[in-house]
């Protein structure tokens, strides 16, 4: 038997994730976003409401390198902001090519993804549902019901984050309550290919 074990071997440890408000136990590190921290990001801002929280990261924190996997519970509000419906920033890797897998938990939205190309996918989030992110696709939540969208997302440590693509030419498509119900169009302001 081999007993070279690295010097900084982890000890295995549990959290527990309470899958309607996405709370973590024993608690994590937790990153709030506003609208004011949004700001820019919406197509139509005028009834933007402020400092109010539009979604909350929980993370279970272990060193971002890439034999570990990072995850986080993300818990965003319900509303619109000109129609938009709240989102995540959305962000590519900064390390491209890492994927992400995100399990929702409760409530109902839509990520939307796209490639630096401009190609788009977008996919339903809904419990029990398992969205796989590959490398090199920008990723976005969008809640589009009527209560929290909670999902639980696990990435390759040294994933890192690149929010200034997204932030500058935004996503190729937005997400705005329709007639019908949500719809997936393209955004005017897109400035990338
Ligand atoms: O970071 P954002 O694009 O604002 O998205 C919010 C969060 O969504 C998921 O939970 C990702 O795994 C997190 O890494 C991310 O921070
Ligand atoms: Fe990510």
Redesign the pocket.
């Known amino acids: 038997m081999t007993t070279d074990l690295p010097a900084d071997v982890m000890v295995p440890f549990a959290v527990h994730v309470d899958f309607q408000s996405g709370a973590l136990t024993p608690d994590p590190v937790i990153l709030r976003r506003s609208h004011a921290d949004l700001a820019g990001y919406f197509v139509n801002e005028s009834d933007a409401p402020g400092e109010d929280e539009m979604y909350a990261v929980h993370e279970i924190r272990v060193p971002a390198t890439n034999n570990n996997l990072l995850s986080s519970t993300t818990v965003l509000q319900p509303g619109t902001v000109g129609g938009e419906y709240f989102m995540t920033k959305g962000?590519f890797?900064a390390t491209r090519d890492r994927a992400?897998i995100y399990l929702t938990l409760s409530g109902q939205g839509l990520l939307v993804m796209a490639l630096e190309d401009g190609t788009t996918q977008t996919k339903e989030m809904r419990p029990g549902i398992v969205n796989y992110?590959p490398g090199h696709w920008a990723?976005r939540s969008v809640n589009t019901g009527d209560v929290p969208l909670v999902f639980y997302?696990v990435?390759i440590g040294d994933?890192g984050?690149d929010y200034a693509t997204i932030a500058d030419q935004g996503f190729p498509v937005i997400v705005v309550e329709g007639e019908d119900g949500p719809e997936v169009v393209p955004n005017p302001r897109y400035t990338g290919r």
């Open positions: 962000h890797h992400e992110v990723h997302a990435y994933a984050y």
